[in-house]
């Protein structure tokens, strides 16, 4: 479903992502875990078209993506939820997620985005900026499933958010995986949360994948020393 083939990108003279290749089969959910600086935030930048690619490949389901603005990329299937969360603080729930609807659904969200989080419909007409860290988390997550993705990537999810509200997110991640026979690429720190929800690991170091392994063979003690070091 997607494809990432000797992709290099940075910012100004600066490479930060080195020859990264990976794949992702439909409906599995991998993290790239890494400590803050070593590339994930520049990897989802370039892969959403936030920046450039220096070289090498973007496929999702075929599609090669590598070259087209970040808008074109969403309608061919993939969705962002940045680090940080980016809602529309003066808008309400219901518009906020409104913005990531085609014009086809006339502005009415798919109920199923409300059965995911229940907590989004009690708070419709609630201004963005009103909502906790991890109400803001889940409406994001909403707002990008609003635009029927193929692919959904999401950095740093739990940053800030409270143990409780994690284990929700992490529920309804693998709900959305099933329903919506969704691929994810999750972006984290806190190994406990991909522990729970991902098939794949890897760990990006300096720009460069330095380990790589399936849940079934997951050493955490590995991963829990690149995160720590």
Known sequence: MFKVSSLASGYGQS????D???SVDKQEIIAIMGRNGMGKT?????LMGILPTRSGSIQIDGTEVASMESHDRVASGIAYVPQGRMIFPSMTVLENIQTGLPASANGKVPDELYALFPVLYEMKHR????LSGGQQQQLAIARALATNPKVLLL??????IQPSIIKDIARSLKEIRKMRNLTIIVSE????FTLD???RFFVIDKGRFA?????????????????SV
């Open 20 to 22: 990264l290749n990976f």
């Open 127 to 130: 201004r963005g900026g009103n």
């Open 42 to 46: 520049t990897l989802f930048k370039t």
């Open 211 to 227: 380990y790589e392994d399936t849940r079934a063979n997951v050493d955490a003690a590995t991963i829990s020393r690149y995160l």
């Open 155 to 160: 950095d740093e999810p739990t940053e800030g």
């Open 197 to 199: 929800i991902a098939d």
């Open 15 to 18: 490479q930060v992502i080195h």
């Open 189 to 192: 720190q806190v190994l406990s």
